[in-house]
């Protein structure tokens, strides 16, 4: 049975430091999960792990794979410049390093960045009211919640400096007319939160079928008293072996 490796990648494994390794597979993990809930845009969009060390090197998808064939002998190590410190037949997509490597220079918290164009995601962004305190999900998200507005296909490395104040301390972000964006200290984090925000959406998208005036609002009162209750965090250490379980299950061969 074929595990979706891809045959012409050779190892990395024992080739690199165990810090760099971990981040590998936690990495080609989150890509391999994206693809699993059906979140992925064919070769677009990016996630990113920010190599253990004082040198800012990180690591990014080969432009032209699937999130599903993604392995962790396959992704890209760059520095915040864009060049490529590994030999690889692959190079990168220049929006994702445009992304990417402003939140890793700006955010020492950031080790793992994530950023999709999923359905909902993009369809809440371009509401100008943004995410609505709708459901559960999104009193939480937005507890964490900033915006960035949109400037075209992120090829300017110049809306860096834009980018970066606009997240400022926050964990998830609303790119405007253009999708979804999550940070976490570890890929658990990362990903729990990247999960909130896109069920948030998600379900915004289906409560508003009914009309904008035919919406229930959580009271305010409730609102803040989530805010108090976040204090000890989503919980994304105990999702997170679940979820590779889930992978390994249904779509082994990212640890390769």
């Known amino acids: 049975m074929a595990d979706g490796s891809l045959a012409n990648v050779s190892s990395l494994k024992g080739k690199v430091s165990a810090e760099e390794w971990q981040a590998r597979v936690d990495l080609a993990a989150l890509y391999r999960l994206v693809a699993l809930h059906g979140w992925d845009d064919a070769?677009?969009?990016?996630?990113?792990?920010?190599?253990?060390?004082?040198?800012?090197?990180?690591?990014?998808?080969?432009?032209?794979?699937?999130f599903g064939e993604i392995t962790a002998s396959s992704l890209v190590k760059i520095d915040l410049e864009g060049n490529i410190l590994q030999e690889t037949p692959y190079f990168i997509n220049p929006a994702g390093?445009?992304?990417?490597?402003?939140?890793?220079?700006?955010?020492?918290?950031?080790?793992?960045v994530m950023h999709l164009?999923?359905?909902?995601?993009?369809?809440?962004?371009?509401?100008?009211?943004?995410?609505?305190?709708?459901?559960?999900?999104?009193?939480?998200?937005?507890?964490?919640?900033?915006?960035?507005?949109?400037?075209?296909?992120?090829?300017?490395?110049?809306?860096?400096e834009r980018l970066v104040a606009d997240i400022g301390d926050k964990h998830v972000m609303l790119?405007?007319?253009?999708?979804?964006?999550?940070?976490?200290?570890?890929?658990?984090?990362?990903?729990?939160?990247?999960?909130y925000l896109e069920r948030a959406c998600k379900q915004q998208v289906m409560a508003l079928s009914a009309g904008r005036e035919n919406v229930l609002f959580a009271p305010e009162e409730a609102q803040a008293e989530v805010g108090l209750q976040l204090s000890r965090g989503l919980g994304g250490g105990l999702a997170w072996p679940g979820a590779l379980r889930q992978l390994d299950r249904a779509l082994p061969g990212y640890d390769a």
């Open 97 to 112: 390093f445009t992304i990417h490597s402003a939140i890793h220079a700006a955010r020492e918290d950031a080790h793992f």
């Open 43 to 66: 070769i677009y969009t990016h996630i990113s792990a920010r190599i253990p060390g004082p040198e800012h090197h990180f690591l990014i998808n080969p432009y032209g794979m699937y």
């Open 175 to 195: 790119l405007r007319n253009h999708g979804t964006l999550a940070v976490g200290s570890s890929a658990a984090d990362c990903w729990i939160r990247m999960f």
């Open 117 to 160: 164009h999923t359905d909902q995601g993009v369809a809440v962004s371009a509401q100008k009211e943004g995410l609505l305190p709708l459901a559960q999900h999104a009193v939480i998200v937005r507890t964490m919640l900033a915006y960035h507005d949109y400037e075209g296909i992120a090829l300017n490395l110049d809306e860096r």
